[in-house]
Nanobody, 124 residues
Framework: QVHLVESGGGLVQAGGSLRLSCTLS????????MAWFRQASGKGREFVAL???????NYADVVRGRFSMSRDNVKSMVSLQMDSLKPEDTAVYYC??????????????????WGQGTQVTVSS
């Protein structure tokens, strides 16, 4: 069984930076597509970034150029470097893993494995 644990969330001022990490255990991370989603209060779960098997990346338009996702298969972890943070980035950030996509990499329903979430709050 796959287990995901996020860390690194916290409070930061607008324009600041934060680095989130997610560790996968129970299976080999090299066999999983890894993604970050976020959910702001009162809103649905929103795709943020993807690290595909092999290391290719995709980003949501609203974070492209500010966020960077990386993968370390040896350490069995992925990271999300968040720069130039904005108040609208405030959300609970979730790490997710999937071996196959039925619909799309940006669809929450395609991920069966989720972390517990970590709160990111950006003050203005």
């Amino acid at each position: 069984q796959v287990h995901l644990v996020e860390s690194g969330g916290g409070l930061v001022q607008a324009g600041g930076s934060l680095r989130l990490s997610c560790t996968l255990s129970g299976r080999a991370i090299s066999t999983y597509h890894m993604a970050w989603f976020r959910q702001a209060s009162g809103k649905g779960r929103e795709f943020v970034a993807l690290s595909g098997i092999g290391g290719s990346t995709n980003y949501a338009d609203v974070v492209r150029g500010r966020f960077s996702m990386s993968r370390d298969n040896v350490k069995s972890m992925v990271s999300l470097q968040m720069d130039s943070l904005k108040p609208e980035d405030t959300a609970v950030y979730y790490c997710a893993a999937a071996q196959y996509f039925k619909r799309s990499y940006d669809s929450p329903d395609d991920y069966q494995n989720w972390g517990q979430g970590t709160q990111v709050t950006v003050s203005s």
